[in-house]
T-cell receptor, first 115, second 114 residues
Protein backbone atom coordinates (compact mmCIF):
# COMPACT_ATOMS: atom_id res chain seq x y z
CA UNK A 1 0.00 0.00 0.00
CA UNK A 2 0.88 3.64 0.12
CA UNK A 3 1.77 5.72 3.15
CA UNK A 4 2.92 9.26 3.80
CA UNK A 5 4.25 10.81 6.98
CA UNK A 6 4.50 14.47 7.85
CA UNK A 7 4.55 16.30 11.18
CA UNK A 8 1.14 17.20 12.53
CA UNK A 9 2.05 20.69 13.73
CA UNK A 10 4.84 23.23 13.29
CA UNK A 11 5.19 26.68 14.85
CA UNK A 12 7.52 29.34 13.45
CA UNK A 13 8.16 33.05 13.86
CA UNK A 14 7.17 35.65 11.31
CA UNK A 15 10.08 36.40 8.98
CA UNK A 16 11.80 33.10 9.69
CA UNK A 17 12.27 30.00 7.54
CA UNK A 18 10.42 26.74 8.13
CA UNK A 19 10.82 23.31 6.57
CA UNK A 20 8.00 20.76 6.47
CA UNK A 21 9.18 17.22 5.81
CA UNK A 22 7.36 14.39 4.09
CA UNK A 23 8.38 10.77 3.80
CA UNK A 24 6.48 8.30 1.68
CA UNK A 25 6.25 4.65 0.80
CA UNK A 26 4.79 3.56 -2.51
CA UNK A 27 5.56 1.65 -5.66
CA UNK A 28 5.22 3.16 -9.11
CA UNK A 29 6.19 6.62 -7.83
CA UNK A 30 5.80 9.53 -10.24
CA UNK A 31 6.03 12.67 -8.18
CA UNK A 32 5.35 14.62 -5.00
CA UNK A 33 2.98 17.58 -4.76
CA UNK A 34 2.34 20.12 -2.04
CA UNK A 35 -0.98 21.80 -1.30
CA UNK A 36 -1.94 24.59 1.08
CA UNK A 37 -5.25 24.79 2.89
CA UNK A 38 -6.41 27.68 5.05
CA UNK A 39 -8.99 27.01 7.74
CA UNK A 40 -12.40 26.82 6.14
CA UNK A 41 -10.94 26.83 2.65
CA UNK A 42 -10.11 24.34 -0.06
CA UNK A 43 -6.68 22.86 -0.79
CA UNK A 44 -4.74 24.83 -3.38
CA UNK A 45 -1.76 23.60 -5.37
CA UNK A 46 1.71 24.91 -4.44
CA UNK A 47 4.32 22.79 -6.21
CA UNK A 48 5.19 19.49 -7.84
CA UNK A 49 8.49 17.58 -7.99
CA UNK A 50 9.00 14.67 -10.35
CA UNK A 51 12.79 14.75 -10.37
CA UNK A 52 15.37 15.00 -7.60
CA UNK A 53 16.29 18.49 -6.54
CA UNK A 54 14.86 21.82 -5.56
CA UNK A 55 12.00 23.68 -7.24
CA UNK A 56 11.62 27.33 -6.31
CA UNK A 57 8.48 29.43 -6.63
CA UNK A 58 8.86 32.77 -4.92
CA UNK A 59 9.08 32.34 -1.15
CA UNK A 60 8.21 28.66 -1.42
CA UNK A 61 10.58 25.88 -2.48
CA UNK A 62 10.06 22.15 -2.66
CA UNK A 63 12.68 19.42 -2.63
CA UNK A 64 12.59 15.76 -3.61
CA UNK A 65 14.96 12.84 -3.11
CA UNK A 66 13.55 9.81 -4.89
CA UNK A 67 16.23 7.49 -3.52
CA UNK A 68 15.33 8.48 0.05
CA UNK A 69 11.56 8.62 -0.57
CA UNK A 70 11.66 12.03 1.01
CA UNK A 71 10.67 15.55 0.24
CA UNK A 72 10.19 18.86 1.98
CA UNK A 73 8.50 22.19 1.56
CA UNK A 74 10.55 25.24 2.50
CA UNK A 75 8.81 28.49 3.31
CA UNK A 76 10.99 31.59 3.59
CA UNK A 77 10.27 35.06 4.94
CA UNK A 78 7.25 33.70 6.76
CA UNK A 79 4.17 35.88 6.86
CA UNK A 80 1.15 35.60 9.12
CA UNK A 81 -0.97 34.66 6.11
CA UNK A 82 1.17 31.50 5.69
CA UNK A 83 -0.59 30.04 8.74
CA UNK A 84 -2.40 27.10 7.19
CA UNK A 85 -2.24 23.34 6.76
CA UNK A 86 0.21 21.95 4.24
CA UNK A 87 -0.31 18.58 2.60
CA UNK A 88 2.17 16.49 0.69
CA UNK A 89 0.62 14.22 -1.92
CA UNK A 90 2.17 11.30 -3.74
CA UNK A 91 1.37 10.68 -7.38
CA UNK A 92 1.90 7.00 -8.17
CA UNK A 93 0.81 4.06 -10.27
CA UNK A 94 1.27 1.31 -7.67
CA UNK A 95 -0.16 -1.40 -9.92
CA UNK A 96 2.08 -0.27 -12.80
CA UNK A 97 -0.97 -0.33 -14.97
CA UNK A 98 0.35 2.35 -17.28
CA UNK A 99 -2.82 4.28 -16.69
CA UNK A 100 -3.61 7.27 -14.54
CA UNK A 101 -1.37 7.90 -11.57
CA UNK A 102 -3.43 8.12 -8.43
CA UNK A 103 -2.78 10.94 -5.97
CA UNK A 104 -2.77 10.15 -2.24
CA UNK A 105 -2.69 12.96 0.31
CA UNK A 106 -0.83 12.97 3.61
CA UNK A 107 -2.54 13.92 6.84
CA UNK A 108 -1.29 17.49 6.69
CA UNK A 109 0.96 19.75 8.78
CA UNK A 110 -0.67 22.65 10.56
CA UNK A 111 1.70 25.62 10.44
CA UNK A 112 1.23 28.40 12.93
CA UNK A 113 3.15 31.59 12.30
CA UNK A 114 3.58 33.74 15.40
CA UNK A 115 4.65 37.38 15.62
CA UNK B 1 -13.03 29.96 -15.91
CA UNK B 2 -15.11 30.01 -12.73
CA UNK B 3 -13.22 27.10 -11.24
CA UNK B 4 -14.82 24.02 -9.77
CA UNK B 5 -18.33 24.73 -8.57
CA UNK B 6 -20.01 22.80 -5.78
CA UNK B 7 -23.48 23.01 -4.34
CA UNK B 8 -24.80 23.32 -1.78
CA UNK B 9 -22.08 24.97 0.31
CA UNK B 10 -23.72 23.88 3.52
CA UNK B 11 -26.19 21.09 4.17
CA UNK B 12 -27.82 20.17 7.44
CA UNK B 13 -30.03 17.10 7.43
CA UNK B 14 -31.42 14.51 9.74
CA UNK B 15 -30.23 10.95 10.02
CA UNK B 16 -31.87 8.71 7.47
CA UNK B 17 -32.43 11.40 4.89
CA UNK B 18 -30.98 11.32 1.39
CA UNK B 19 -28.26 13.85 0.61
CA UNK B 20 -27.11 14.83 -2.88
CA UNK B 21 -23.98 16.86 -3.44
CA UNK B 22 -23.28 18.42 -6.82
CA UNK B 23 -20.15 19.37 -8.71
CA UNK B 24 -19.30 21.13 -11.95
CA UNK B 25 -15.65 20.60 -12.93
CA UNK B 26 -13.45 22.99 -14.87
CA UNK B 27 -14.27 22.82 -18.55
CA UNK B 28 -11.83 20.62 -20.45
CA UNK B 29 -10.67 18.64 -17.43
CA UNK B 30 -10.89 14.91 -17.97
CA UNK B 31 -10.60 13.83 -14.34
CA UNK B 32 -13.00 14.45 -11.49
CA UNK B 33 -12.43 13.51 -7.87
CA UNK B 34 -14.62 13.35 -4.78
CA UNK B 35 -12.89 13.74 -1.39
CA UNK B 36 -14.10 13.71 2.18
CA UNK B 37 -12.27 15.63 4.89
CA UNK B 38 -12.62 15.16 8.64
CA UNK B 39 -10.38 15.97 11.57
CA UNK B 40 -9.99 12.31 12.39
CA UNK B 41 -9.33 10.87 8.94
CA UNK B 42 -7.91 13.80 7.01
CA UNK B 43 -8.48 14.13 3.28
CA UNK B 44 -9.77 10.86 1.83
CA UNK B 45 -10.28 10.11 -1.85
CA UNK B 46 -13.71 8.54 -2.28
CA UNK B 47 -13.90 8.04 -6.04
CA UNK B 48 -12.54 9.43 -9.27
CA UNK B 49 -13.77 9.56 -12.85
CA UNK B 50 -11.95 9.75 -16.16
CA UNK B 51 -13.98 10.96 -19.12
CA UNK B 52 -17.16 10.44 -17.09
CA UNK B 53 -16.32 6.80 -16.28
CA UNK B 54 -15.71 5.76 -12.65
CA UNK B 55 -12.15 4.42 -12.45
CA UNK B 56 -11.50 3.81 -8.77
CA UNK B 57 -14.24 3.74 -6.14
CA UNK B 58 -12.24 1.85 -3.53
CA UNK B 59 -12.50 4.80 -1.17
CA UNK B 60 -16.29 4.81 -1.09
CA UNK B 61 -17.04 3.83 2.50
CA UNK B 62 -20.26 1.89 2.09
CA UNK B 63 -23.09 1.04 -0.24
CA UNK B 64 -24.89 4.05 1.14
CA UNK B 65 -22.57 6.18 -0.97
CA UNK B 66 -22.92 6.42 -4.73
CA UNK B 67 -21.51 8.77 -7.35
CA UNK B 68 -22.43 9.48 -10.93
CA UNK B 69 -21.09 11.58 -13.76
CA UNK B 70 -23.73 11.71 -16.48
CA UNK B 71 -21.73 14.15 -18.59
CA UNK B 72 -18.44 16.03 -18.66
CA UNK B 73 -19.80 19.03 -16.80
CA UNK B 74 -21.71 17.48 -13.91
CA UNK B 75 -21.26 14.95 -11.14
CA UNK B 76 -23.22 13.98 -8.05
CA UNK B 77 -22.35 12.25 -4.81
CA UNK B 78 -25.33 10.75 -3.04
CA UNK B 79 -25.64 9.42 0.47
CA UNK B 80 -28.73 7.36 1.24
CA UNK B 81 -29.53 6.97 4.07
CA UNK B 82 -27.28 9.50 5.77
CA UNK B 83 -25.80 8.93 9.23
CA UNK B 84 -24.20 11.31 11.75
CA UNK B 85 -20.76 9.84 11.03
CA UNK B 86 -21.07 11.10 7.47
CA UNK B 87 -20.71 14.65 8.76
CA UNK B 88 -17.66 16.11 7.02
CA UNK B 89 -16.57 18.53 4.33
CA UNK B 90 -16.89 17.00 0.88
CA UNK B 91 -14.64 18.38 -1.84
CA UNK B 92 -14.86 17.92 -5.55
CA UNK B 93 -11.70 18.46 -7.60
CA UNK B 94 -10.82 18.24 -11.27
CA UNK B 95 -7.62 17.96 -13.27
CA UNK B 96 -6.42 17.66 -16.83
CA UNK B 97 -4.31 14.60 -16.07
CA UNK B 98 -1.42 16.22 -17.91
CA UNK B 99 1.89 17.75 -16.83
CA UNK B 100 1.93 18.50 -13.13
CA UNK B 101 -1.61 17.16 -12.99
CA UNK B 102 -2.65 19.90 -10.60
CA UNK B 103 -5.93 19.18 -8.91
CA UNK B 104 -8.24 22.18 -8.63
CA UNK B 105 -10.57 21.93 -5.67
CA UNK B 106 -14.03 23.33 -5.32
CA UNK B 107 -15.02 25.27 -2.18
CA UNK B 108 -16.49 22.16 -0.58
CA UNK B 109 -19.83 21.21 0.91
CA UNK B 110 -20.01 21.15 4.69
CA UNK B 111 -22.43 18.36 5.58
CA UNK B 112 -23.92 18.00 9.03
CA UNK B 113 -26.11 14.98 9.76
CA UNK B 114 -28.06 15.30 12.99
Amino acid sequence: GQSLEQPSEVTAVEGAIVQINCTYQTSGFYGLSWYQQHDGGAPTFLSYNALDGLEETGRFSSFLSRSDSYGYLLLQELQMKDSASYFCAVRADPMNSGGYQKVTFGTGTKLQVIP
Amino acid sequence: DAGVIQSPRHEVTEMGQEVTLRCKPISGHDYLFWYRQTMMRGLELLIYFNNNVPIDDSGMPEDRFSAKMPNASFSTLKIQPSEPRDSAVYFCASSSGQGKDTQYFGPGTRLTVL
